[in-house]
Nanobody
Framework: QVQLVESGGGLVQAGGSLRLSCAASGNIVSINAMGWYRQAPGKQRELVATITSGGSTNYADSVKGRFTITRLNAKNTVYLQMNSLKPEDAAVYYC??????????????WGQGTQVTVSS
């Protein structure tokens, strides 16, 4: 099993910054990709950014140029630096570990979510 623990959410004014962190723990052999997704009230969960173990990144168009995803493979930790936040960025942000390999197999895992609120 893999546990994902997120931190760093909170309330920020529009134009401000937040940094989210997600640490994966457990009997992990490797994690193919880690990333962040978000879900606003009444909306579907959507991709924000992902990063592979090799460092390749993918961003939603809405956050390109404002958000940066980084990863420490040795610590199975992923970060999301969010700058120039907008009210429409407000959502619950979920950490994802895709194709995590453990002694029991391969599967995806999700964190419990962290709330990001942006005031206008």
């Amino acid at each position: 099993q893999v546990q994902l623990v997120e931190s760093g959410g909170g309330l920020v004014q529009a134009g401000g910054s937040l940094r989210l962190s997600c640490a994966a723990s457990g009997n992990i052999v490797s994690i193919n990709a880690m990333g962040w997704y978000r879900q606003a009230p009444g909306k579907q969960r959507e991709l924000v950014a992902t990063i592979t173990s090799g460092g390749s990144t993918n961003y939603a168009d809405s956050v390109k140029g404002r958000f940066t995803i980084t990863r420490l493979n040795a610590k199975n930790t992923v970060y999301l630096q969010m700058n120039s936040l907008k009210p429409e960025d407000a959502a619950v942000y979920y950490c994802n570990a895709a194709r995590a390999i453990t002694a029991t197999g391969v599967r995806d895992y999700w964190g419990q979510g962290t709330q990001v609120t942006v005031s206008s």
